[in-house]
């Protein structure tokens, strides 16, 4: 019976972590996940230039990037994700497959943008300043 109940517990704790990856960030972050069938896509390799080279704005807007390949998925940290958890996203925010597709969600958790394109990073911040959330971020980083 013991042992019935320790392989519960970590199934259901496996479960539980896999679900809460993306969930650790609401209202803490806003999350960018790139889909891309592996990094030599060259939508790819170009919205990861883009990226890297506005780093700063990115962590101003608290943005935290995952990218999900057909081979391996890995989170913000540099942490490879299980296949299960990128399947699971994968089938929850790229239904069609496409061999290239960009996410934005909020901070509440929220679809933002959507896109099977290469997002210009004035497109994105413009969009992300816009958001009521952000302006008030703004306001209060202008008042310290």
Not at 74 to 96: C, F, H, L, S
């Amino acid at each position: 019976m013991r042992s019935f109940l320790v392989i519960f517990f970590l199934i259901f704790s496996y479960s539980t972590s896999m679900a809460q990856s993306l969930k650790q960030h609401q209202w803490k972050d806003r999350i960018i996940l790139i889909f891309a069938e592996s990094t030599a896509h060259p939508l790819y390799q170009e919205q990861q230039k883009l990226l890297q080279s506005n780093e700063i704005e990115l962590k101003d807007r608290d943005l935290v990037v995952y990218r999900l390949f057909k081979q391996k998925a890995i989170e913000p940290g540099g942490e490879v994700m299980t296949r299960k958890w990128a399947d699971q996203v994968t089938k929850k925010y790229n239904r069609a497959k496409k061999p290239f597709f960009f996410v934005l969600l909020g901070k509440d958790g929220g679809m933002k943008l959507l896109s099977d394109e290469v997002v210009a990073m004035q497109q994105l911040f413009g969009l992300i300043d816009s958001m009521p959330m952000r302006r008030a971020e703004m306001k209060e980083k202008g008042n310290k």
